[in-house]
């Protein structure tokens, strides 16, 4: 197996984690119980954050690692699983649907997807989500938008913004 050193794509954090730490494990625990878990919330109120600072504490119990798509660039709906194939090392076969093939790939494999800022692809991310995790049972997905993707099974958390000290004790 060429993946078993591979353990995902997941970018650096950035800084210190503040502000939700009390979070963090409760996000953590629903994760393990549901395979599609969406971090619902404004725009900058710390989604994507949170799921880098979720992930990695995952690894050890999936054994072909966290993969990051970014989607925010995507303005093709219809790539979406494209994007998600090409993050996983998935190549295309000219004889079949992408998501067939994903769908093959994937189906003997333990591993987090993180699909990053999905508000403007809903549709095609629900479609992709339910299609993995109908037939990949070690596949979980974390993914981020300001709306619900509306998929079967999804659980929702929202992320509410962090607030602001008072301008008294920073002084």
């Known amino acids: 197996d060429t993946h078993s050193h591979i353990h995902g794509n997941l970018p650096f954090a950035l800084g210190r984690f503040i502000g939700r730490e009390r979070e963090l494990p409760v996000v953590r625990e629903r994760l393990a119980s549901a395979r599609l878990l969406t971090l619902t919330g404004t725009g900058g109120c710390g989604k994507t954050r ?3 600072e979720i992930a990695p504490g995952l690894v050890p119990e999936l054994a072909d690692g966290v993969w990051y798509v970014e989607l925010a ?10 994007i998600v194939a090409s993050t996983l090392g998935v190549r295309e076969q000219s004889d079949r ?8 790939a994937l189906r003997p494999r333990a591993l987090l997807i993180i699909l990053d800022n999905c508000e403007h692809l809903l549709t095609d991310c629900a479609q992709l989500c339910e299609a993995l995790l109908q037939f990949c049972p070690g596949v979980r997905i974390l993914a981020t938008s300001r709306e619900p993707l509306g998929a079967m099974g999804e659980i929702l958390w929202n992320v509410l913004p962090l607030a602001l000290p008072d301008s008294d004790q920073a002084l």
Do not use: C, Q, S
């Open 50 to 52: 949170l799921a880098l």
């Open 97 to 104: 649907p992408i998501i067939e093939t994903l769908r093959d």
């Open 73 to 82: 660039p995507l303005t093709e709906r219809k790539l979406v699983p494209y």
